[in-house]
């Protein structure tokens, strides 16, 4: 499996606090099937308190760093650059500068949003980095205030490609059970077509889960 979000990248944002954090995220992902996983650190456009250590050059050294470490201890776990961008103005024009990293040498970008920012706000920068000639992967839309009024919503941005990314802990019920019927109604009339872990560590009990989302997720549309 791939899982193409996750916060294993260790003490840069609120992910994996050590290198021994981190291994044990990579060692549960590689227990549970993955093979490949992003690793999306929180990168925005304006500099705030949360993600005033994102740089470029520190993700390549940390990602660096993680990568000798998980050959060192043979765990056969390939990691991607990436980043978990957040939808702003000015995030086109930090991703054309080099200063905010999309999935590894691809024009695919990972996008989260505020949780209460409407509809027109998110389809205005998701369209900006298409034009831009990015493809957008929308982070755990389930979240989304307007998303939960209105599923229907997402249409819209399916329809011009944008990829949706159903967080595994939202269908496997950890984030409560209204949670996990509405992620499965979101399954169910295919809004959603990417599960990822987004995994942050053993700190916040959030580790990779991605093949119990995966076996959910089969049995709910009747995969064999």
Known sequence: M?????????????????????????????ADGVRVMAATPHGRSTVNAHHSRYSVALLQERLAELRATLAAAAIDLELVAGTELYGEPGV???????????????????????????????????????????????????RMRYVQEDPNALIPLIERGTLMQLTADALLGAQ??????????????????????????????RMPNLGAARDRAATQLGAP
Not at 93 to 119: I, K, T
Not at 121 to 130: S, Y
Not at 176 to 204: K, Y
Request: net charge negative.
């Open 2 to 30: 791939i899982d193409l979000h996750s916060h294993i990248l260790h003490d840069f944002d609120d992910g994996a606090q050590t290198l021994a954090a981190a291994l044990e995220m990579a060692r549960a992902a590689v």
């Open 92 to 142: 086109v024009e930090r991703l054309r500068a080099g200063a905010l990293l999309p999935y590894g040498v691809s024009q695919a970008v990972l996008v989260e949003f505020s949780l209460v920012s409407p509809a027109a706000t998110v389809e205005q920068i998701v369209f900006a980095l298409q034009l831009a000639g990015y493809r957008v992967i929308y982070a755990h839309p389930e």
């Open 176 to 205: 409560g059970e209204r949670m996990r019927r509405f992620a499965e109604v979101l399954l169910s009339h295919r809004l959603v077509q990417l599960i990822a872990s987004d995994a942050h560590g053993p700190h916040f009990d």
